[in-house]
């Protein structure tokens, strides 16, 4: 069996490379870029990066950001976030901000959310996936001429259908004014809505101002219930007398 075997800069190496690839990202049509191209890349990207940075998400109607966007989340068209306009000189006056599809021979004219029901694409209430459907509005029906549009009864963590969200697309200062986390400033491209390890976890289950706000010590010391949130039924504090009936069975 051959050896392989890494000198003691290849730890380092890879470190670079991924740091090249999430800032350069798919920039570099699949060709690196020299060290000075890659230095003159960053001197002017990053500014506008820094500066011009818009925060996507899928909101609820309960105020809930559901899902916070970030480089590999796909959209309605199955391609991914990464693969959109994401970065601008100038942030557009014009609202909503539109993030068009930069994959050739894509309709798709802004970033679309759409969740997945575990590892699948959901259906729309004509039956097929939304994967069959055409990725501009109002998003018909590949598979049949009776879709209008795709519709989807799929019901998110937060207890709200599909189609009761929407996309938010705002700058910093827009957040901000929201009352939502905005992270550090960073020069990864394409981080949307992603402002640390809590981002990537579902808005219902964000105990942040970016997901349903901080629960309270009542709330999680309370004795949970069947009707109580699955978060919360987790969490809370045993039943003492549901203990004691499993005490009082075991011991019969």
């Not at 459907?133 to 998110?156: Q, R």
Request: proline share 8%; glycine share 8%; net charge negative.
């Amino acid at each position: 069996m051959e050896r392989i075997t890494l000198g003691q800069d290849a730890p380092a190496a890879v470190d670079a490379y991924v740091e090249y690839k999430r800032i350069v990202g798919d920039d570099d049509g699949g060709i690196l870029f020299t060290p000075e191209e890659y230095e003159q890349y960053k001197k002017e990207v990053l500014p506008m990066r820094l500066k011009n940075r818009l925060f996507v998400a899928w909101a609820s109607p309960n105020g809930i950001d559901c899902k916070l966007v970030g480089p590999e989340t796909l959209c309605f068209c199955n391609h991914r976030y990464k693969q959109h306009k994401t970065d601008f000189k100038e942030i557009p006056r014009e609202r909503p901000i539109l993030l068009p599809c930069k994959v050739h021979g894509c309709r798709c004219i802004s970033y679309n959310y759409v969740p997945l029901n575990g590892t699948q694409p959901i259906r729309c209430r004509c039956k097929h996936f939304s994967e069959d459907h055409i990725e501009v509005s109002p998003f018909k029906c590949n598979k049949c001429s009776s879709c209008t549009g795709f519709h989807s009864p799929f019901t998110c963590g937060c207890g709200e259908p599909t189609y009761a969200h929407e996309m938010i697309i705002e700058t910093k200062e827009e957040r901000t004014a929201r009352g939502r986390s905005t992270g550090h400033d960073t020069p990864f491209a394409a981080m949307g809505g992603l402002t640390g390890f809590n981002a990537l976890a579902d808005g219902y289950m964000r105990l942040d101002k970016s997901g349903i706000g901080h629960a309270s010590h009542d709330i999680l010391e309370e004795i949970s219930s069947p009707v109580d949130h699955p978060f919360l039924r987790a969490y809370a504090p045993p039943d003492p007398d549901a203990e004691a009936g499993k005490l009082s069975d075991s011991n019969k």
